[in-house]
């Protein structure tokens, strides 16, 4: 119920202005979002680096209603794949396809992934397409896959709540490409998703199993100690080794648990949003875990 509450209430735009035109939720803000300018996820993923693990920069946006807002998205990613191979970082980029212009229509979105994927792939970096609510899903995978018949720096991200997930995986992998695989951030019907957590977890796990054995270079992204255990020991039985998968991990999340797996040898990699478009995330992030929400409640009343 909360979680649900948490992304209604993202839809509002007077709570949108009350928490972005607030000193102290702006600055509570920056535990999940370093800051509005590429300059600070910059310093961020120097700092990850520095730490042994890597990361991956998403300009935050989605939904643009003009070319315009289209077109500078494309360019703040172009951007921020320059900076990457200009302070020689080990980092990729995630965007969303709304953010480039989806709900202006295919073509025109398809033509903007495709410079970006173009520019990635000149500096021998990655771009990694991110999933949003299910009505984006068929035309999300659409476009990746046309990207990739292009260029191999395209990979995108699968939601282990939804049913559907199984078979968009197994598509995924004939085509060759690299998968994020989520437990998923949207409110969703229950003819489409699975609403119990536990039968999330089930699926993540069973999805996993899909994916670690394919030979294709895939990223874990879960805080959950239910999920990464699994995955360890899936892997181990099967003699898949640490450098053939990595975990990712939000920005200012469980950093205790990301820290212990790279003293164990995984590959780690942590995703830095970045931009002025930050309360949707912010409020996805809060409905996710109870504990971003009482650490937000703790220090905004304090």
């Not at 085509?175 to 999330?200: M, N």
């Not at 939000?250 to 590959?267: A, E, H, K, M, N």
Request: include cysteine; glycine fraction near 6%; charged fraction near 25%.
């Amino acid at each position: 119920m909360l979680r649900a509450l948490l992304l209604e209430l993202a839809k509002s735009s007077r709570l949108r202005r009350w928490i972005i035109s607030n000193g102290t939720t702006r600055r509570l803000a920056q535990k999940f979002v370093p800051g509005e300018d590429l300059s600070p996820a910059i310093e961020a993923a120097r700092r990850c680096n520095h730490a042994g693990m890597a990361a991956s920069l998403d300009h935050l946006g989605e939904n643009v209603l003009n070319r315009e807002d289209a077109e500078r998205a494309r360019r703040a990613y172009t951007d921020a794949l320059d900076r990457i191979a200009a302070e020689n970082l080990d980092a990729n980029i995630s965007l969303k396809l709304t953010h480039l212009g989806l709900d202006l229509g295919d073509e025109f979105c398809a033509g903007q992934l495709c410079i970006v994927a173009q520019r990635a792939a000149a500096l021998h970096n990655f771009v990694r397409v991110d999933m949003e609510g299910s009505a984006y899903t068929d035309r999300t995978l659409r476009i990746v896959k046309q990207a990739r018949a292009e260029t191999g720096a395209v990979g995108t991200v699968i939601q282990a709540y939804l049913y559907r997930s199984g078979r968009d995986i197994q598509d995924l992998l004939e085509a060759g490409c690299r998968i994020r695989l989520v437990k998923g951030a949207y409110k969703e019907p229950s003819q489409i998703a699975f609403l119990r957590k536990k039968d999330v977890d089930a699926n993540y796990v069973k999805l996993m199993k899909m994916l670690l054995p394919s030979g294709i270079y895939h990223a874990m992204a879960t805080h959950d100690p239910n999920m990464i255990e699994p995955t360890i020991r899936f892997a181990a039985e099967h003699d898949i080794t640490k450098d053939k998968f990595e975990f990712q991990m939000l920005y200012g999340i469980r950093t205790d648990l990301q820290s212990r797996l790279v003293r164990q040898g995984y590959r780690v990699r942590i995703y830095i949003p970045f931009g002025q478009d930050w309360f949707p995330y912010f409020m996805r992030r809060l409905a996710e875990r109870p504990a971003n929400l009482l650490f937000f409640a703790k220090n905004l009343f304090r």
